[in-house]
């Protein structure tokens, strides 16, 4: 249910709309012409998988200012309340969310973000199922007035993920190198809107983080190779197919030791949404499939290999194609590798590696990348090389050079004996285009200055394009820099892009370079290639070179530092060297953080004023003149991680109220770094301790603390291998127990600091599974300068708790007796303790009677350990306790009967105190039977020293008590007929007694 709170704010919206919709009919009638303001949201329906992320631009245009930040709301509409609309997110109001989304916004699932000030992102994290509704953008207006359009909606559709992706194949795969592979992979999609799936398949090599790409099919059905097999897909070794509605075929036709990995497939499915971009709904992975790739021998015969080189066309015109075909001869060629070289004399133009990659010799790199040449090997045997379009230096004697590869147990290649083809000798002849190229041989420029090549051609009769290159001192290839088409369209390559560079065309016969401020790095030779095009084919081609020198200008600005390795909190003085004539300069100082992000610190005017950009508190800065050297130093008060970094001084001199070109000074690295850490902790590296008592574990700091140290502890339990956190406590003594502590283990565990500062771990009533090793893990945070905390290595001890069952000493009479008593008399059952386990022990006395041997024994009387007394019969019998000195304790019955008769003995508990839980059980032990006979009048009674005596002694006494026996067993036998078989007397154990609840220890 919707709390109260937003109902009210949804019916202060509904009214806020009336009072907006009811001054806009005002404005409408006020004003003519079409609306100024406009709202747009990303179209939909945008169809979205449940649990993915989704966002909705939206922009505002057409309000009186552009650039004051503009502030927007969100809100939804949902399919089962169409009339409802729901609060989400506003950029301006904490709290205008309602209830159900409050939390999603407070942990910035849903996030409400500026582009610019007239665009917002709004962005959900993890789709939800209820997310499913229309979703509106609102600007919030701040004008007088309203004209235009306030808000937009989109239609948002949350879909179940129906995409299947499995392979067939998932146990371990084991190849010989060389050997073809085929891997099928099943991906479909019941999703009902129209998508498109794509699928690549990736090996993921032991020891590398990211698995590598082999080839993939995208959703509009065109073939990419991973960038590490582009050279045997072109050579179609690996392939990919679509077989069906659902089959994707994977086949390698040559598999390499470097194939061995995991093999999966992963399909992706697309959706379009209605601005006609594609986005990636879902992704899922099929099962890995492990490929082991043996190594395989190779017999080296070079002797086998024979060469041939041979072309179609000896003689050639200007611009036509060359094609050289290579034929190479070897027993068991497919089983082998093989690189493959073009040659014409002795230069390379290029060559096919045994991985099937292809490279190409510095002087036709340019001519490989503008696409003139090319080289693809045909079959195992067969290899080609096109260049097109020729030109005259092309002329001359070709060779094809072949040799065979050996791969080691590392992967690495060794190369054999090479075998050479005989010449083939290609003529060129001038085309009557006559195009030549003419450019200026040697070019000197300044630092800083522009450089400025022109290229001449002559001859021209078709369209040209040009493509300027450069070959840099340290490298020996070309590498391009700026092309023009023949259509007049500029491209400019690679690291040039962020460079001020432009080629143009300013006359007929006339190309030109300019690139500005430069530096000495770009010192090297430059090239002009000039093509002729004639119907979209280039027909000729001609280049010229230019050696470029950029002489360096000395710097005027240096930078030193005395110290820029220190520890947190100490300062750092920063000098910068401006040498020269005395002109006003302007200064400024920079700070390059490790992330490459750089922050502007201060400027300081050529006429004296500062401009700050960094903290004033953190920084200071001194100026110090001299006759033709002004030192600004830079002091760092304190310097804190966020000091560090590389930093940099840069002067500009102001001259005819002007700047010049700023001179940076070299980069000084700054490093800060933590103070070492001086913890040091003492602990008992062992404790024995008895089962069921208090145990407590200090771990202490015996290290000198820092003016601001305070520490997090940690103490953690390892027993039988494995280790869980118990207990620790933050730096602000905030106390939290381990996750996989027992709520009931909570109750015994507890932690407290004392002075020093010491850590105790006590454990209340240790249990044998309370033993094994605790670790007291401590970390020691510092306050940096700035305020901010950051901790030290840890430091920790160990101590191997051993819980042992105590001791137990007690023992007592265990002595077997019978005693023969008239009726009515007085017997005593005696209970005498022999030994004991410590001088603080008390004990409880019970004593039991059981009618025979197997019969269930009955407790009759109690002597609790705090001198309670309790009789359990309470039938009126008198019993007598007696304690008469230390460990003997004794019962009297008193006017006995027969129902008397029996066994009884006696059980001893032996307590001892405790300091969590009272008084605790530590032993128990039982005596020896007395049995016990009572006999009515005139049946004899004998005492215990009946037994002793010699054979003839105890003989006549026995016959005579067996006559006894006899006779009493007739006499009860005859009693029991004329009762009716019951008892007339009371017996010692009815049920009609029940017994009396055992006193707990506690009493």
């Known amino acids: 249910m919707q709390r109260e709170s937003d109902w009210c704010e949804h019916c202060a919206f509904r009214m806020r709309c009336c009072r907006a919709s009811l001054l806009l009919c005002l404005t409408l009638l006020l004003h003519s012409g079409e609306a100024k303001v406009l709202t747009e949201a990303q179209s939909g329906p945008l169809y979205r998988v449940l649990g993915a992320p989704l966002s909705i631009s939206c922009t505002v245009s057409g309000l009186a200012s552009d650039n ?152 509009d059905f065109t073939l990419s190779p991973g960038p590490t097999f582009e050279g045997r897909y072109r050579a179609g070794l690996i392939t990919l197919d679509k077989m069906g509605e659902a089959t994707y075929r994977l086949h390698m036709a040559r598999l390499e030791l470097s194939d061995q990995g995991r093999i999966y497939c ?44 041979s072309t179609q066309q000896t003689t050639l015109q200007e611009g036509q194609e060359l094609s050289l075909s290579c034929n190479v001869d070897a027993h068991n060629l497919e089983k082998r590798f093989l690189s493959v070289a073009w040659l014409r004399g002795s230069v390379e133009l290029a060559r096919i590696g045994p991985a099937g990659i292809l490279s190409v010799g510095p002087e036709y790199s340019g001519r490989e990348k503008g696409g003139e040449l090319r080289a693809t090997r045909i079959r195992d045997t067969d290899y080609r090389l096109r260049l097109q379009p020729v030109r005259t230096e092309d002329q001359g004697e070709y060779f094809c050079r072949a040799w065979l590869q050996d791969r080691g147990q590392d992967g690495a290649f060794t190369a054999g004996e090479a075998q050479t083809s005989s010449p083939q000798l290609v003529s060129i002849s001038a085309s009557e285009s006559g195009l030549s190229v003419e450019m200026q041989h040697n070019v000197s420029v300044d630092e800083d200055d522009r450089l400025k090549l ?43 892009a962020s460079r001020r560079v432009r080629a143009a065309r300013p006359a007929t016969d006339t190309f030109t370079l300019e690139l500005d401020e430069v530096t000495p790095s770009d010192s090297g030779i430059y090239q002009c290639s000039v093509s002729e095009w004639k119907t979209n084919s280039k027909t000729h081609s001609q280049s010229k070179t230019s050696t470029v020198t950029v002489s360096p200008i000395e710097s005027s600005v240096k930078l030193i530092s005395r110290n820029t390795l220190v520890t947190v909190g100490e300062n750092v003085k920063l000098m910068c060297r401006v ?33 700050w950009s960094g903290d004033q508190h953190v920084y200071q800065l001194e100026v110090e003149n001299k006759a033709m050297e002004v030192t600004h130093s830079l002091l760092i008060n304190g310097a804190s991680p966020r000091e560090a970094g590389k930093y940099q001084c840069q002067a500009s001199a102001f001259i005819q109220n002007a700047h010049k070109k700023p001179r940076p000074s070299n980069p000084v690295a700054v490093m800060v770094h933590y103070p070492v850490s001086k913890l040091s902790l003492t602990s008992s590296p062992t404790l024995t301790r008895n089962i069921n008592s208090d145990i407590e574990i200090k771990c202490s700091v015996i290290s000198e603390p820092f ?50 500062p010491s850590f105790e771990l006590t454990i209340r009533q240790a249990q044998i599974s309370d033993g094994g090793l605790y670790t007291c893990e401590v970390v020691e945070w510092l306050q940096e300068p700035r305020g901010n905390w950051y901790e030290l290595p840890p430091e920790s001890k160990i101590t191997e708790l051993n819980l042992i069952e105590p001791e137990k000493n007690l023992s007592i009479v265990k002595d077997e007796l019978e005693l023969n008593v008239s009726r009515s008399k007085d017997f005593t059952i005696p209970c005498h303790i022999t030994d004991q386990s410590s001088g603080e022990s008390e004990f409880q006395v019970t004593w039991f009677w059981q009618k025979e041997p197997g019969i269930q024994k009955r407790p009759i009387f109690v002597a609790y350990r705090n001198a309670t007394l309790q009789d359990m019969l309470g039938t009126g019998h008198q019993l007598r306790f007696g304690h008469p000195v230390p460990n003997q304790f004794s019962l009297t019955v008193s006017k006995s009967a027969p129902e008397n008769s029996g066994l009884y003995f006696c059980e001893v508990e ?60 007739v006499l009860k036998i005859c009693r029991t007929n004329a009762s009716g078989g019951k008892n007339s007397g009371e017996s010692l154990w009815a049920e009609s007694h029940p017994l009396n609840t055992k006193p707990s220890a506690e009493d």
Request: hydrophobic residues 35%; charged residues 20%.
């Open 68 to 219: 004051t930040q503009k502030e927007f709301e969100f809100r939804v509409t949902k399919p089962t309340q169409p009339t409802f609309e729901i609060n989400i997110i506003s950029t301006s109001d904490e709290s205008f969310g309602y209830a159900i989304y409050n939390q999603r916004v407070a942990s910035k699932e849903i996030t409400l973000k500026h582009v610019s000030p007239n665009s917002v992102l709004f962005e959900i994290q993890s789709l939800q199922k209820g997310d499913e509704g229309d979703f509106e953008c609102a600007v919030i207006n701040t004008e007088s007035a309203y004209d235009g359009t306030y808000n937009a909606k989109t239609i948002v559709k949350v879909i179940d993920n129906s995409l299947s992706v499995s392979s067939p194949v998932s146990t371990p795969l084991s190849y010989n190198e060389g050997d073809a592979l085929t891997l099928t992979c099943q991906a479909s999609s019941n999703t009902i809107q129209h998508t498109h799936l794509s699928l690549a398949w990736h090996l993921h090599k032991d020891g590398e983080d990211d698995a590598r790409p082999i080839i993939s099919l995208d959703r």
């Open 579 to 611: 040498q020269g004539p005395r002109v006003p300069t302007t200064l400024s100082w920079s700070l390059q953080h490790e992330d490459s992000t750089t922050d502007n610190i201060l400027t300081l005017k050529w006429n004296g004023d500062i401009s």
């Open 454 to 496: 022109t290229c001449k051609v002559d001859g021209v009769k078709g369209q040209l394009s040009v493509t300027w290159e450069r070959q840099s001192t340290s490298t020996t290839l070309f590498e391009n820099i700026i092309s023009l088409s023949q259509e007049g369209v500029m491209e400019i390559e690679g690291e040039f």
């Open 266 to 309: 992963r399909a992706q499915e697309w959706i379009q949404d209605p601005d006609r971009s594609w986005y990636t709904i879902t992704q899922k992975d099929a099962e890995e499939t492990t490929l082991h790739v043996k190594a395989r021998e190779v017999v080296p015969d070079t002797s086998s290999l024979v060469v041939r080189i």
């Open 707 to 756: 003016a601001s140290s305070r520490y997090a502890v940690t103490w953690q339990h390892q027993q039988r291998g494995e280790n869980k956190t118990i207990v620790s406590s933050d730096r602000e003594a905030l106390i939290t127990f381990g996750t996989q502590v027992e709520p009931s283990d909570r109750q015994r565990i507890s932690m407290r600091r004392s002075k020093g």
């Open 910 to 969: 032996e307590w001892l105190p405790s300091l969590s839980h009272g008084w605790r059980k530590v032993a128990v032990e039982t005596s020896g039977y007395l049995t016990v006979n009572v006999f009515t009048e005139g049946e004899g009674a004998f005492e215990p020293q009946c037994k002793s005596g010699t054979w003839i002694g105890i003989l006549v006494p026995l016959v005579i008590c067996s006559l006894l026996v006899i006779s009493l067993l």
